[in-house]
């Protein structure tokens, strides 16, 4: 899952300071999840904010929608008429959905309200860890489905650095080495054989274009997207 | 600070614990400041955090959430939930730049009627202090019928 957490208030009230009328957008999926852009953290939001430009004596309004996902056509669609109503949009998706709404409103403010912090897994209530780069060149399978690109600050692909002590990382003692970790699942499920395995270096050139994918079944029907 | 100030209060208490204090009170004719205005809810597991900025848009002064004493909530950890969400509308208040002193979270037992006074009087005499909610835009507009059970 997609994880975001809300910027410093401030910063969002600066941000719409200009504007009187304001959508506040939220998006039902990822960062509704992680308590961050959802139904409830819009409504919430959007309190502080008409609080506060009553107590600065501004006239705003600010009204709150939230769509299903801010990262698709047909949810952002929803929106249209409402987005029209508005002076700006405060979009409290992650920033593929600020994107995709901004695109959709070229002649709108459409402003941030998160932060994305990464792809993560949910540890506990509220609390979220971050696991996969999007790295476009899945590791999991050679490494015990431990990420080295995300939990060794060094991204070391084959191989500890040599620096750990006891198991955890020489940058942080908290923190578990982590081609310890990555040894102990192989050695537990026997496939130790897969540390002789080299990983290339990594063909960054694709990295450095933001990326596309279509599904083969719609290749057809989509060609001239490639 | 003016003299004709009178502070208004929002009380949301939980019908268990506190509204049975409360209930109390009045029979033991235990006298406290008239400034409250209770909301009884059937626990404070109930109140959200957009509840309690409500109250303040619509012009309380201060906000007091009242539920069963700690290990003694009817739902078991509603009132444990609910402290969790003050104190967080707490720091959403500071950020707008309130003062977060006009909410609080209380835990009043349904036998303690003189500790549900002391605590009204306690924030009535808090909000004198603090003065007039600069959110409260006139005795007519303050805490409209729709927003409150007076």
């Known amino acids: 899952m997609i994880v975001a957490e809300r910027k410093p208030f401030a910063e969002i009230a600066q941000a719409v300071s200009g504007y009187r009328r304001v959508l506040v957008v939220g998006c ?25 430009g009553q107590l600065a004596g501004r006239d705003q309004r600010f009204a709150t929608a939230c769509v299903e996902r801010q990262c698709d056509r047909e949810f952002l669609a929803e929106l249209d008429a409402a987005a029209r109503e508005h002076d700006a949009l405060l979009s409290l998706a992650c920033g ?63 191989g500890p650095c040599g620096g750990a ?50 599904h083969a079944a719609y290749l057809r029907r989509y060609s001239s997207h490639g | 600070m003016d003299a004709r100030y009178e502070p208004k209060i929002l009380a949301l208490i939980c019908t268990y614990c506190t509204y049975t204090a409360a209930d109390m009170a009045g029979s033991l004719r235990l006298q406290y400041p008239p400034n409250v205005r209770v909301v009884k809810l059937l626990c404070t597991g109930k109140v959200d955090v957009l509840h309690l900025l409500a109250a303040f848009k619509a012009g309380a002064d201060a906000v007091m959430v009242s539920g069963c004493e700690i290990g003694d909530c009817h739902f078991l950890e509603g009132n444990l939930r609910a402290k969790e969400r ?12 309130l003062e977060p002193e006009r909410l609080e979270m209380f835990h009043i037992g349904a036998s303690d009627a003189p500790q549900w006074a002391k605590a009204v009087e306690m924030m009535t005499r808090r909000a004198r202090e603090l003065g007039p909610s600069p959110l409260r835009k006139s005795e007519a507009a303050a805490m409209p019928a729709e927003g409150v059970a007076a």
Do not use: Y
């Not at chain 1, 002649?107 to 999007?134: H, K, M, Y």
């Not at chain 1, 060794?152 to 084959?158: A, D, F, I, L, S």
């Not at chain 1, 496939?191 to 050139?205: G, I, K, T, W, Y």
């Open chain 1, 28 to 52: 039902g999926t990822c960062v509704a999840v992680c308590l961050a852009g959802g139904e409830k953290e819009a409504g919430i939001l959007a309190a502080q904010l008409d609080l506060a």
């Open chain 1, 96 to 158: 593929a959905g600020v994107q995709f709404l901004a695109e959709r409103h070229p002649s709108l403010p459409v402003l941030a309200g998160l932060n994305t912090t990464f792809i993560g897994v949910n540890q506990d209530v509220g609390v979220w860890d971050e696991r996969c780069r999007a790295c476009r060149d899945c590791l999991l399978s050679l490494t015990g489905g431990v990420c080295p690109l995300t939990m060794c600050p060094k991204g070391m692909v084959n």
């Open chain 1, 165 to 214: 002590v006891d198991g955890r990382c020489e940058t942080d003692p908290e923190r578990d080495c982590a081609w310890t970790v990555i040894h102990a699942r192989l050695s537990a499920s026997d496939r130790l054989a897969n540390l002789e395995a080299l990983v290339p270096p990594r063909d960054h050139s694709r990295a450095s274009l933001p990326g596309r994918q279509t």
């Open chain 2, 86 to 97: 003050v104190a967080h509308a707490k720091e959403l208040i500071a950020e707008i730049g």
